[in-house]
């Protein structure tokens, strides 16, 4: 059974650091995998999609690798603002069945402070 | 806006209730899919739809739920004699079939049953 997990669970980084989100899972035999942003109370906005034959995917600031070999996944945001305070979730799509449903870490929720 | 729609946005119940919520997909994704969040959790899968068709449905969803899709457009989830656990944000999604399976989603519908 594929099992997603974020860590850390909170992260408070002052205004202009580099980061990194981290994100494993145990069933390496995924198709893709997404990185979202939630804002509280509201829905998930997709950042990055990389696919299962892929290293890394690259958007902005944001920089998002997968080694499927050892189950993780890393999301590098560069100089951070406050604006990118939200909860971060990494979502596995697998390959196993004919399966459309994503599995969900629990989210690493970032402050980042002024 | 053509992103995914979701009706209402925020809907308090008493217990016992009925309650039925509806999602509007991006126009062009053949397949829909239905999520739970509860508070400080990552969204847990519910079911999916390729067109009409509900290709697969989570143990979560005990008989009191039920989602159709009848056109193979908009979807619902009905919820039956609503319980307090019940209490969640349901989020839906819409995609292409393949390549990427890339996951869309709603703003989500915040369920409160009193």
């Known amino acids: 059974k594929q099992e997603v997990t974020q860590i850390p669970a909170a992260l408070s980084v002052p205004e202009g650091e580099n980061l990194v989100l981290n994100c494993s899972f145990t069933?390496?035999?995924?198709?893709?995998l997404q990185w979202f942003r939630q804002d509280p109370g509201k829905g998930l906005t997709s950042l990055l999609l990389?696919?299962?034959?892929?290293r890394e995917q690259t958007s902005g600031r944001l920089n998002a690798s997968l080694d499927k070999s050892s189950g993780r996944s890393t999301l590098y945001i560069a100089a951070s603002q406050p604006g990118d305070s939200a909860t971060y979730l990494c979502a596995v799509l697998n390959t196993s069945g004919n399966t459309g449903k994503l599995i969900f870490g629990q989210g690493t929720t970032l402050q980042v402070k002024p | 806006d053509t992103g995914v729609s979701q009706d209402p946005r925020h809907k308090i119940t008493k217990r016992g209730q009925n309650v039925t919520f509806r999602c509007d997909p991006i126009?062009?994704?053949?397949?829909l899919y239905w999520y739970r969040q509860t508070l400080g959790q990552g969204p847990e899968f519910l079911t999916y739809?390729?067109?009409?068709?509900?290709?697969?449905k989570s143990r979560l969803l005990s008989d009191r739920f039920s989602a159709e899709r009848p056109k193979g457009s908009f979807s619902t989830l009905e919820i039956q004699r609503t319980e307090q656990g019940d209490s969640a944000m349901y989020l839906c999604?819409?995609?292409?079939?393949?390549?990427?399976?890339?996951?869309?989603f709603g703003p989500g519908t915040r369920l409160t049953v009193t």
């Open positions: 999604a819409s995609s292409f079939v393949g390549p990427r399976y890339e996951q869309y």
């Open positions: 739809f390729q067109n009409e068709a509900q290709l697969e």
């Open positions: 069933d390496s035999a995924i198709y893709n």
């Open positions: 126009s062009e994704h053949n397949r």
């Open positions: 990389i696919q299962s034959s892929q």
